[in-house]
Structures are given as C-alpha cells and as structure tokens.
C-alpha cells in the first residue's frame, strides 16, 4: 500500500463529509433561481447543522436505545459508504473491504435503522414515513443492483474501484447498456433521496412526505446527524453514478499526486453540473402520489433489466 | 465490444433504442403519444437502415429506406394524427393490465424473446445477427400492446409497430425482404390504414365509442352495450 493511497482514502472521506452539505445547498441554490426566488446561502446547510449542535436534544418518553443509537448508525453508515466510493482516486485501501453489493447493503442498513428509529416512538407520523420507505427501498433497491450488475459485468468484477478504472482506461464505445443503466440510476437516486417525483424535500405537508416524516421526532445533534446523513446519501449516490458512469478524470491506481489534485476540480465540476441538473429536474417536474411511486421505480427496474438484457445479447 | 466499429455500434444503439421505444409504447396512456412514438420508432428504423445500407452497399435498402421515411415516419402518424383529431379521442382508457403488471410481462417476454433468437443468430451470417432477438421482442411487445388495449386507435398502432418489428427482423437476419414483398408489405400496411380509419367511423356511428368491446356482443346485446357506452362517456 502506498502512502498516496491512504492520502486519497482520508482526502475522500474528509471531502464527502465537508462537501455534502455544500453540494446540497448548491441543489437549493439553483432551484430558488430556477423558480424565480431569491435563493438562500450556499452555506446555510453547515449554519443548520451548526446551530443543531448547539441545542439540547429533546427525546420522547417511549424513546428506547434505538432511538438514540439510530442516528450514530445511519451517519457512520454514510461514512463508510463514502469511504468505498472511489470519487477523486480508485486506489483506496478500505475498498478491499467491501464490493459495490456490500455498499448497496450499506445504504439498506442505514435505511432499516432509519425506518426502526422511525416507528420506535409510535407515533402516526413516523410508522407512516418508515412504511413508504420502506416500500419506496424494496422496490429501488433491485434496480440499483442490477444497474451495478450491468456495470459488473461489462468489467468481469463487483468491486467499484476496479468498474470505474475499467470504464475510465477502456477504449470509448457506445453502451446502450450503460446507457439505460444510467437513465435507471437517476431514477433511483431520485427516489432514494427523497427528491421530488416522490417525496419533496422542502415540505412538512403531512399527506406527502417521507424522508421528513421519520425524522419528526429528531431533535438537536440527532436531528443534526440525520441531516448530515442524508446530505452525504445523496452526495454518495452522485459519486456511485460518476464512477460507473462518468469515471473519466478520476486517478487510477498509477495515479500521481498530480492525478490525484487534478481529480478534485473535475470532481467538483461533476458536482456542478449535476446539482444544476438535478435542480432543474426538480424544478420540471410534479410530485406524483404516492400510489405511482411503484410505476416510477418499475420503469427504473425496467431500464436496468433492459440495460442488462441488451447487454447480453448485443455485448454492448 | 472494443472491437466493433463505429457503425455497428449505432446500429446496436438503435436495436436497443427500438426495444425501448416498444417499452414506452406498452405502458403509454395517451394516443397523441402513442402515435409520435410509432414515428420515433419509424425514424430509428430508417437510421438503421440507411446505416446497414451504408456499411454493406445493398443498393435496395437504400429504396426500403426512402419508402420508410415516406411511409411509417411522413404518411402513416400524419394520418393517424388526422383521425385523432377528427375522432377526438385523444386518451385511451386505462389498459387491461396496470402498468407496472404489463412491464414485467413485457421483460418476461422480452428474456423469451432472446432466447427464443439464439439459435437464429448463432445460423445467421449477417453482420447484425445480434440484433434479430430485439425484432423479435418488438414484435410481440406489439402483440401485447394490442391485447391490452381496449380502444381501436391504439390497437392500430400496436398492429403498425409489429411491422416494423418484423421490418426489422428481416433487415438484421437477411438484410432486407425481397423488394418485391416489401412494397407488397407497404402496400398492405397503407390500404389496411385507410380501411381502417374507415372503420372507425364505422364503429363509432355504430357504438357512439371506439371500445373495440362492444364489438363481442351479438346483436341482441348490442342496444345495451349501446347504453352502456353513452353513459360511460358522457
């Protein structure tokens, strides 16, 4: 092991932790100007978490240890999770630890501690998030494996470092495959990240929302934890689509310091652009009721078996 | 795959495109949609064949390339559009099966489909043998656009789709049917078009609807599928 590669691996871990935030403000940013409002600080995420921090946390009577432990769980889980995704380098020595299948159980781990947190407290609210959860997961969780099977396959490996080298060092091809895996890919970052087709992040309406739901009875550094969670979820979930999708600019396992600084501003830029994306999608789109969220993820389902049935007869 | 080139490759990309466009005409709930996507679909086909046309020097796919363009992506949703104005049914009612329920079906068919094209590949010569498990599919994602359908308009459409699946069977296993039997095939498609749109008027003057179900009752029933319609439409 080198010593560049234990660099990268603490850079990546340090950088998704700092910049989750700022990429989600930067979402924030370029929707209120997408929708003619003036828009909040780039740095009001790090305020919110910030101020959390500092308050007391108020827990409910009925609260038992999963509870408290939940947020601790889920936020560590996140970090892990962003520890295996190769987003400035491939080289990265916790990798050998954890295939791109035992990242997808990652996320799922996180989501049941989330949900069982959730219904800990009993309340309406909370059993009702965790279910749609619940729901929304085990139908988006079979697409983004199979999404990660098409790229497994093109590259003969389940390990996301050695995909995203393969993709990025290979001679360019059209891949309808991969194509449809990604079209499938953003779907299932939408839902899982409670975006808008499916749940909208900037309400409290009751009806509606999911992610929200299960964190109503979170308060203080708890609250401040799943926030911070949530931010590196989708900050994780950009940095699986760069390196199955767009891995090019990132350092390989013969990368120099030089490839390694290098990756950090194209790395950036990926981030831009998709925010910018993902804000406009947003922005275009309506929330659909809950009862088609299972047709939304379907049609997520169908890309990447599509992807992974025209791979294998076509070979591309 | 590094090793293919270019034009195959796009060729491979529109195989895939078609097998898509044959997803989303399966799980489409409006017409209008419905027909544009039955031009998209024309569209990839004409790509596709002027691409093999292209890379092989087969004069007469050139030819089957310009009655494409004439046919299935000017004439054909030009006139479908007109009915549907002139008709005014503009959705078509819920599918038999829910949408999600007709996508798996549809990838289970899609997975037999493939299968059922292997041993065909594996005998082809062609340079896009590969591609005969996808006309395949689309073919019988047509069929399944016809059977769970209710309404004549999309039903049409669905009948459409399954001939340029078929089309482009024949361009990938042998490059292209006989000029002969292609224009006897346009032929067939155009005159069973017209006729058609005919027959909806027919129909609907008939049953004040284009519920092809009302058409399963004998004419005893039919005064009361008559009534049931005008008060399901109005």
Redesign the interface.
Known sequence: MRTLDLITQVLEIIAALAVAPLFVGWINQCRAWLQNRRAPSLWLPYRGIRKLFHKDAVIAERASGLFRIAPYIVFSAMVLAAAIIPSMGTALPFTTAADAIALVGLLATARVFQSLAAMDIGTAFGTLGARREMMVGFLAEPALLIVIFVASIISATTALPAITENLATQHLALYPSLAFSAIAFTLVLLAENARIPIDNPSTHLELTMIHEAMLLEYSARHLALMEWAAALKLFNYACIGFALFVPWGISTSEGTPLTLLASIPLLAGKLLIVGAGLALVETVSAKLRVFRAPEFLATAFLFAVLGLLVHLLLGA | ??G?P?DL??L??C???L??VS?AML?QRRIVNLVNLLAFQGTLLLVATLLLAWRTGQRHLYLSAVLTLALKVTFLPWMLHRLIRRLEVYWDTEPLLN??GT??V??LV??FA?GL?QPISALASTATR??I??AIAVVLLSFITMITRRKAMSQVVGFLSMENGLFFGAMSATYGMPMIVEFGVALDVLVAVIVLGIFFFQIREQFDSLDLHHLESLKEGATVAQADSIVEDS
Do not use: K, R
Request: glycine share 6%; no cysteine; aromatic share 10%.
């Open positions: 795959m590094t293919l270019f490759q796009l491979n990309l195989a895939a495109l097998l898509l997803f799980t949408i999600s996508m798996l549809g990838l899609v997975v493939f094209a590969s591609s498990g996808i």
